[in-house]
């Protein structure tokens, strides 16, 4: 049922466009009757659009490749089981994570992160799982890690695939025990969690090349979701580029620019390998350098080929 909705809603995006399938999401029952939209097309529009309010401001997208995502979530949300988030840099991996908490039944307790690409293997434990007082030179006081921190709440990996073998083992063995050993400390603590974890590599490759567990990795999919680059999201560059602008003026106290059509031109040409982070950034460069029109020479040089 779910692949035939899926199927329904990318034929209404293929034959009316992206600005169609917006237009859509926005109607009346009436209106898009009107529109002979299928009346399964109208009530499953209506319920993306409405799943898309829940997360805008953290998550913008209308493409069809977001719609679909969002429906996803929405499945995703009321659970407490493990997920996955597969995405290039600078997707939007955590954003995604984030609405999962906030919108789930642990929104009520902390949502604590870690990039597991940014901390040596040998100090990650001591994050993740905290250490007692005398563990190693220098630990004059308990800590807590992030698991008990976040008891009851959320624990958000970040580029997972990065994680070294023994911390993958000792990561597992806290997934299906539900416990956890401070490094130095004697005996288990129990910790109630939600995992969330994000890669930008192809797990499953680094399974076959013995570079990353199996069981792990089946432990952490149990959700997976795949958050599509920002090349692939056809009619999203420039909303966001929009909301963007929006938001900077607005923090810098200046009135909102408008792109012109050269502008607009090269930023929909352009492959944006960072992502949506390299759009924010552009806009950011954008907004400094320029008055209140940014044109395409106000763009930066690898943007502006795309003009």
Same mark, same amino acid.
């Given at each position: 049922?779910?692949?035939?909705?899926?199927?329904?809603?990318?034929?209404?995006?293929?034959?009316?466009?992206?600005?169609?399938?917006?237009?859509?999401?926005?109607?009346?029952?009436?209106?898009?009757?009107?529109?002979?939209?299928?009346?399964?097309?109208?009530?499953?529009?209506?319920?993306?659009?409405?799943?898309?309010?829940?997360?805008?401001g953290?998550?913008?997208?209308?493409?069809?490749?977001?719609?679909?995502?969002?429906?996803?979530?929405?499945?995703?949300?009321?659970?407490?089981?493990?997920?996955?988030?597969?995405g290039?840099?600078?997707?939007?991996?955590?954003?995604?994570?984030q609405?999962?908490?906030?919108?789930?039944?642990?929104?009520?307790?902390?949502?604590?992160?870690?990039?597991?690409?940014?901390?040596?293997?040998? !100090? @990650?434990?001591? =994050?993740? *799982?905290?250490?007692?007082?005398?563990?190693?030179? +220098?630990?004059?006081?308990?800590? $807590?890690?992030?698991?008990?921190?976040?008891?009851?709440?959320?624990?958000?990996?970040?580029?997972?695939g990065?994680?070294?073998?023994?911390?993958?083992?000792?990561?597992?063995?806290?997934?299906?025990?539900?416990?956890?050993?401070?490094?130095?400390?004697?005996?288990?603590?129990?910790?109630?969690?939600?995992?969330?974890?994000?890669?930008?590599?192809?797990?499953?490759?680094?399974?076959?090349?013995?570079?990353?567990?199996?069981?792990?990795?089946?432990?952490?999919?149990?959700?997976?979701?795949?958050l599509?680059?920002l090349?692939?999201?056809?009619?999203?560059? !420039? @909303?966001?580029? =929009?909301? *963007?602008?929006k938001?900077?003026?607005?923090?810098? +106290?200046?009135?909102?620019?408008? $792109?012109?059509?050269?502008?607009?031109?090269?930023?929909?040409?352009h492959?944006?390998?960072?992502?949506?982070?390299?759009?924010?950034?552009?806009?950011?460069?954008?907004?400094?350098?320029?008055?209140?029109?940014?044109?395409?020479e106000?763009?930066?040089e690898?943007?502006?080929?795309?003009?």
């Amino acid at each position: 049922m779910f692949d035939e909705l899926r199927q329904l809603l990318e034929k209404i995006a293929a034959e009316h466009g992206a600005e169609g399938l917006a237009r859509a999401e926005s109607l009346s029952v009436e209106r898009r009757r009107a529109a002979a939209l299928p009346a399964e097309a109208a009530v499953i529009v209506g319920d993306l659009a409405d799943a898309e309010g829940r997360y805008r401001g953290r998550i913008i997208g209308r493409s069809p490749k977001m719609q679909a995502l969002y429906a996803m979530m929405e499945k995703v949300i009321p659970t407490t089981y493990p997920v996955l988030i597969h995405g290039e840099s600078g997707t939007g991996k955590e954003l995604v994570a984030q609405a999962i908490h906030q919108g789930g039944p642990r929104s009520d307790k902390p949502f604590v992160a870690e990039n597991c690409a940014a901390i040596p293997e040998t !100090l @990650l434990e001591s =994050e993740l *799982f905290g250490y007692k007082r005398g563990a190693f030179t +220098g630990a004059d006081r308990d800590k $807590l890690g992030m698991f008990q921190v976040a008891d009851g709440g959320t624990v958000f990996l970040d580029e997972i695939g990065d994680m070294g073998s023994s911390m993958q083992t000792k990561l597992l063995r806290t997934l299906q025990s539900g416990e956890i050993r401070p490094v130095g400390g004697k005996s288990n603590l129990i910790v109630d969690v939600r995992v969330i974890a994000a890669s930008n590599k192809n797990l499953k490759k680094m399974i076959s090349e013995k570079s990353f567990r199996e069981d792990l990795y089946y432990r952490i999919a149990v959700l997976p979701l795949e958050l599509p680059p920002l090349r692939e999201r056809e009619g999203d560059i !420039l @909303l966001l580029a =929009e909301a *963007f602008l929006k938001r900077f003026s607005g923090q810098m +106290g200046l009135e909102l620019p408008t $792109l012109t059509d050269s502008a607009r031109e090269a930023l929909c040409n352009h492959r944006w390998p960072g992502n949506v982070r390299e759009l924010e950034n552009e806009m950011q460069r954008a907004l400094a350098l320029s008055g209140p029109m940014i044109a395409a020479e106000d763009l930066s040089e690898q943007v502006r080929a795309g003009a």
